[in-house]
């Protein structure tokens, strides 16, 4: 590959059409580089921009989502002037209430205390609603989560001085409204009382989208200051108030609202770690984008260039690939001048060749054919067969039933050679035989045994004949041990398309030197192997791809001291 771009950087130095072209490449990429750059500080400055806006309507909303609360919670204090059916305002029955009154004291505050209950009911954020009688300091309350009387300064912002008519107290996660109660009925409007009421400020999460993961909103006034969100995740912010003094503008955006009925101020602080990470990922995809754009621009420079010379580099790269034993493809003729006489002799010279080559190659696999035909044809065993059946007959009379059964498989053997002439048989055929063979030699080797597996889809398949039996002689021959059992096995399958013949054995192996001198010995190009002058795995191996293929034949693989494995890979013909 590095080759490959040296040569191509070499084209292009000696090309002129080429090096206009790199020029052009060179001043496209400076012109999309920068207008790539001016466009990614423009989006930077858009998307935080855009983010100071959203900051800006949230804290606006958030705004009026605390002044809808507070009305909400002044309307509280009409309620206790209204007065139902035969009966008087709620107000009224605050003031009369004695304490010491056994009959109707006990009375009056169940009735004040369940209305205040009643008044929880309307909203679920109320935790608490407390009204305090200004003469004596009376509380009448309805406690669903906390208590505001346990406040430590409770008893100072209760009260009342000047025209105050309303205080909230920020407190932890709540927010407590102090409301200055008067009695309008009175000769001089005399203050009854003040009615507190503590509300969760979860209300305020209802209203928009502001509370970020990575944002801190702080409510705050003379009596205090509350923070919603984490503040472990804004270190500035241990004191427990924010402090925009302390804090850098590069790495928060701080939003700041006052609000206009009361002294409540809002401010919104927004981390911009992720904001900068969303950027930089921004920016890193456009410059990925712009990197792409070059590399295509170079890649349509290269293609250019090559374009250019293409005739030239078609020829001489075909005349550096052309391989006289390998399928050559001709160079088509696109046009009619000077080129085209060297492509037109290129491709008759080239044709004349392989059509020689071709016909030297069938010459060789007819010579090898009449080869294997004569090595089977060696022996005729017509007269042998008859000498066989009569030895079986004589042991029969005899007595002898095991020396006629194996009389009669090897006779069997002799037999299918007279008959059958073809060079192909049946799957089936071939592993009969094989097993009459093996039955034959374990009357010679008592401890081995064989196992046979040859599913019945696949018997009918066609392969070479006698291409198992000469790698079962070389178990024999070479794997056997005589002071140890040996178990063979042949298996028939299916795999990839093609069929499969296993021949194992648990016999000596082949050690690592012997086996790689072996598949070397495989490996050899079939023009140049000489196997076939032996009968044995290398002459099957070599039958296998005369008749079938190149891709097929035999694998092996062995273990020493641990067995063989020899692999059959035929089409399903």
């Given amino acids: 590959m590095f080759r490959y771009f040296l040569r ?3 084209a292009i130095r000696i090309s002129l059409f080429a090096k206009l072209f790199i020029i052009m490449i060179i001043i496209q990429s400076c012109i999309i580089l920068l207008l790539g750059q001016l466009n990614i500080n423009r989006v930077d400055q858009m998307i935080r921009d855009r983010e100071m806006d959203y ?25 206790l002037f209204s007065e139902s059916n035969q009966s008087e305002s709620m107000l009224k029955k605050i003031d009369n209430y004695i304490k010491n009154d056994p009959v109707n004291g006990i009375r009056l505050k169940a009735e004040i205390e369940q209305f205040f209950q009643s008044m929880t009911y309307t909203d679920e954020k109320i935790q608490s609603i407390l009204f305090n009688r200004e003469r004596d300091g009376e509380k009448f309350y309805f406690n669903r989560y906390f208590d505001p009387s346990t406040l430590l300064n409770f008893n100072d912002i209760v009260h009342f001085t000047g025209n105050e008519y309303v205080k909230v107290y920020p407190y932890k996660n709540l927010l407590i409204f102090f409301l200055k109660v008067n009695d309008p009925l009175s000769v001089k409007i005399s203050n009854v009382g003040t009615l507190v009421i503590s509300v969760d400020i979860g209300f305020l999460e209802k209203k928009g989208n502001f509370l970020k993961e990575d944002s801190l909103i702080e409510l705050k006034n003379e009596y205090g200051s509350l923070l919603i969100g984490d503040t472990k995740q804004f270190p500035e912010v241990a004191q427990g108030y924010i402090d925009s003094r302390l ?7 701080i939003t700041e609202v006052k609000n206009s009925i009361d002294s409540m101020g809002f401010t919104m602080l927004i981390s911009q770690n992720n904001l900068k990470q969303s950027i930089s990922a921004m920016r890193k995809n456009q410059w990925i984008t712009l990197l792409i754009v070059i590399l295509l621009n170079v890649f349509v420079a290269f293609y250019v260039s090559k374009r250019l010379s293409k005739r030239v580099k078609v020829l001489t790269r075909n005349m550096r690939m052309y391989q006289p034993d390998e399928y050559h493809r001709p160079i088509p003729i696109l046009k009619d001048d000077e080129f085209t006489i060297l492509e037109i002799t290129f491709n008759q010279l080239t044709l004349k060749l392989s059509e020689y080559i071709q016909k030297e190659y069938v010459q060789e696999i007819k010579a090898k054919e009449t080869e294997l035909y004569l090595l089977q044809s060696q022996v005729n065993p017509h007269f ?34 007279i008959r059958n002439k073809e060079m192909m048989v049946t799957l089936f055929e071939e592993i009969y035989y094989v097993e009459l063979y093996l039955k034959l030699q374990k009357v010679r080797f008592p401890k081995m045994t064989f196992e046979i597996q040859l599913p019945n889809v696949l018997q009918n398949y066609r392969m070479v004949k006698f291409t198992i039996q000469p790698i079962i002689e ?17 298996i028939a399958q299916e795999h990839n398309g093609n ?35 032996s009968i044995g795995i290398f002459n099957v191996h070599a039958r ?24 059959l890979i035929l089409p399903k013909t």
């Fill in 55 to 79: 900051d800006r309507n949230e804290m606006i909303s958030l705004e009026a989502a605390y002044n809808l609360k507070l009305n909400q919670v002044r309307s509280f204090v009409f309620s």
């Fill in 384 to 417: 042998l067969s008859n000498m066989l059946e009569i030895l079986r007959m004589q042991a029969i009379k005899e007595g002898q039933p095991q020396i006629a059964d194996t009389i009669y498989e090897l006779s069997e053997i002799f037999r299918w050679n």
């Fill in 8 to 10: 191509q950087i070499y």
């Fill in 544 to 567: 296998l791809r005369l008749i079938f293929g190149e891709e097929y034949g035999l694998q092996i693989s062995s273990t020493l001291n641990e067995g063989t494995e020899v692999r």
């Fill in 499 to 533: 069929l499969h013949v296993k021949i194992q054995d648990d016999g000596k192996g082949i050690s690592e030197e012997k086996l790689l001198d072996i598949t070397r010995q495989c490996d050899i190009p079939l023009l140049e192997s000489k196997a076939l002058s």
């Fill in 474 to 490: 070389n178990i024999f021959k070479h794997a056997l041990d005589k002071k140890k059992q040996v178990h063979i096995q042949i």
């Fill in 247 to 253: 804090l850098d503008s590069n790495n928060y955006f």
